[in-house]
Nanobody, 123 residues
Framework: QVQLVESGGGLAPAGASLRLSCAAS????????VAWFRQNPGKDREFVAAVSVNGARQVYGDSVKGRFTIARDLAINTVYLQMNSLTPEDTAVYYC????????????????WGQGTQVTVSS
């Protein structure tokens, strides 16, 4: 069983940066692609970014390209999401998710999810 824990969320002004972390409790994380999704009440869950099993490939949603960077540290079973140039539209609960195999952008393809971390960006 893979357990995921997100951290790093909080309140930030527009234009600032935050770094989110996703820590996994199981070594099987190293065989998994990992993605970040975000969601606000009443809205569909949105794909943000994903990283491949070995960290060599990264995929980003259109709304965050050029501003966010995803990376993973295989040695400590942790995936990071560096968020720069934040805007109020980035406000959401951010979730880390994993699946065995390669990157997908469909949230239904991910089997393991963290509890989420709130990111709030003020104007």
């Amino acid at each position: 069983q893979v357990q995921l824990v997100e951290s790093g969320g909080g309140l930030a002004p527009a234009g600032a940066s935050l770094r989110l972390s996703c820590a996994a409790s199981e070594r099987t994380f190293g065989r998994s692609a990992v993605a970040w999704f975000r969601q606000n009440p009443g809205k569909d869950r949105e794909f943000v970014a994903a990283v491949s099993v070995n960290g060599a490939r990264q995929v980003y949603g259109d709304s965050v390209k050029g501003r966010f960077t995803i990376a993973r540290d295989l040695a400590i079973n942790t995936v990071y999401l560096q968020m720069n140039s934040l805007t109020p539209e980035d406000t959401a609960v951010y979730y880390c998710a994993s699946r065995e195999g390669f990157i997908r952008e469909d949230d239904s393809m991910y089997h393991y999810w963290g509890q989420g971390t709130q990111v709030t960006v003020s104007s």
